[in-house]
């Protein structure tokens, strides 16, 4: 059962999921890994995932396969970078459920994290189209759409269904502060890559009633995810939840939303020193493996925030990445 299914009923049925991993994920303290006076706390969304891969896309497939199904569609059609988290995820738990994925996918810098992605994606039995450049993954996936009539998702399954996953995070991170096994956090952390993870954060921190501020690092720069995008798919996604029969309070969107755009490097993928600093600090003192896209740059992000702002509570690093889980 749900968090969300449990505090609106009518949800049910209209916005079903299935459970592809083991909820709550883990809360714990990362004492030492900053000198600044943040208590640093860690949500291991990594561990989450019980398909031989984990991290934040599955969660988000909770929700996205049974939509598709809901649809009455039996193929997925999704975009992404060569070396994508997202298309992985879809594919293997897509193939568990009875859905084929295709890819349309754009380059991005190659280095061994990538290269070996590439291989699990070949490996994966997704429908691959290597379309290199934006305009022409756009021209593609117009024909692939009329030709198989899939269900499509934008990049890293964040559309309102998808993003649906980080309200149901943020619930289930109350409940641990309901349970006393956290005080109510300052601030979560967490990387932006197409949003979903953000939004749903914001949006399910603000029905909890918890106070807490998402710091939302952005890592990716071939899409727009600025303030006004995220809090636009936060919207979305509340609209969703009034439209299939939730009965939302009155929101105040983007209030508990802070964009990190100093982070990013020269682009998506592309390494930056303070990410580096940020992954050899994290394996050294807390015995992290973050990943460089993502996770490492969201790092990055917390270090030069603490000591620049004040909390009032523990600052949650949400690790948002699963392939750890097949090491
Ligand atoms: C996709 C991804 C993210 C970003 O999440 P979004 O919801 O796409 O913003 C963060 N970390 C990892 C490891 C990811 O694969």
Redesign the pocket.
Known sequence: MTILHELFPRLRDSLPRIQLGTAPTPLRPLPGLTDGPAEVWLKDEGAFGDGGWG???VRKLEWLIPEAKRRGKSKILTVGGIGT??GLACTLYGRDHGIETILALVDQPVDDHVREQMERLKESGAEIHFTHTKARTVAEVIWLMARHRPYFLPA?G?NAVGAVAYVEVALELAEQVRASEIEEPSHVV?????????AGLMLGLELAGLSTKVLAVVVNDSLRLDRKALTGLARKCADLLRERGAELPVLNLGDNLIVVEDQLGTGYGHPTEAAKQAHDLAAEKAGLDL?PV??AKAMAGLLAFDGETPTTGPVVFID???PRQLQ
Request: aromatic share 10%.
């Open positions: 991290g934040n896309k988290n997202w890293g964040s967490c990387a932006v890559g197409s949003g979903g993870t953000a990943d993502y996770t948002t990445n699963g």
